[in-house]
């Protein structure tokens, strides 16, 4: 059972452009959102997190909204540059619990200079 | 800290042979993960331990995997013998829930396994 869908799987942008990577999640008990980013050969390394109690996290060119009613989270990548070419993951956890993340799928995102 | 160690990187070995996975977890961190990435099924949890202790190995595909930490600074995934469909990139991840980063996971370069 898949519990964090993500989509969409593979995502070519051209530079400059705006990159938006949905994800969704069943269990109403998780409670912290992060963003992985993996380059080639790398592993995955925290990008931006968010918890519920916020809706919209910013980090530099990078944003996670988060819509608890519709149990969805999306990451946006303002501007995006070439050197943001890289798998992206969404994942959920939950504090109370086992707090193991449950990871999407991953996107694969290409930035064309 | 030089961030959690794999060894070795690449592995070409051929099916039936044992192999051993290696792992040094960031110092300080209490929780240990070893994951499998392949492109048909994403990043898979094995196992994942707690203070040393496994805490879920429903993730382990068959008999043929076993992991163990012997101590905090250590751990090891074997497969025996070894098919070609375990052929995948294996990761390590430390983490530490004392921490305020209390969720974040922190992988290594990874295993890259060729089973032939």
């Known amino acids: 059972q898949q519990q964090v869908k993500q989509s969409p799987q593979s995502l070519i942008v051209q530079k400059g452009g705006i990159s938006i990577i949905n994800c969704a999640y069943e269990?109403?008990?998780?409670?912290?959102f992060p963003w992985y980013q993996q380059f080639p050969g790398k592993g995955p390394a925290l990008l931006i997190a968010?918890?519920?109690?916020?809706s919209e996290k910013k980090e530099g060119r990078f944003t996670i909204s988060f819509n608890k009613s519709a149990k969805q989270f999306s990451l946006h990548i303002m501007d995006s540059q070439p050197g943001d070419s890289a798998t992206y993951f969404c994942?959920?956890?939950?504090?109370?619990?086992?707090?193991?993340?449950?990871f999407g799928r991953g996107t694969s995102l290409i930035v064309h200079p | 800290d030089a961030g959690v160690i794999q060894s070795p990187r690449h592995e070409v070995t051929e099916m039936g042979q044992e192999v051993t996975l290696r792992c040094k977890p960031i110092?300080?961190?209490?929780?240990l993960f070893w994951y499998r990435q392949t492109m048909m099924r994403g990043l898979e949890l094995l196992i994942y331990?707690?203070?040393?202790?496994?805490?879920?190995d429903s993730g382990m595909p068959e008999d043929r995997f076993s992991a163990k930490m012997p101590n905090a600074s250590f751990s090891t995934l074997k497969i025996q013998p070894s098919e070609p469909r375990d052929s995948a990139v294996y990761f390590c991840?430390?983490?530490?829930?004392?921490?305020?980063?209390?969720?974040?996971?922190?992988f290594g370069p990874g295993t890259r396994l060729l089973v032939l």
């Open positions: 968010i918890r519920p109690d916020v």
């Open positions: 110092s300080g961190h209490n929780s």
């Open positions: 331990f707690n203070n040393n202790v496994p805490i879920d």
């Open positions: 991840a430390s983490s530490s829930y004392d921490l305020a980063e209390e969720e974040t996971q922190y």
């Open positions: 994942a959920a956890s939950e504090s109370g619990g086992s707090y193991i993340p449950t």
């Open positions: 269990n109403t008990a998780f409670d912290y």
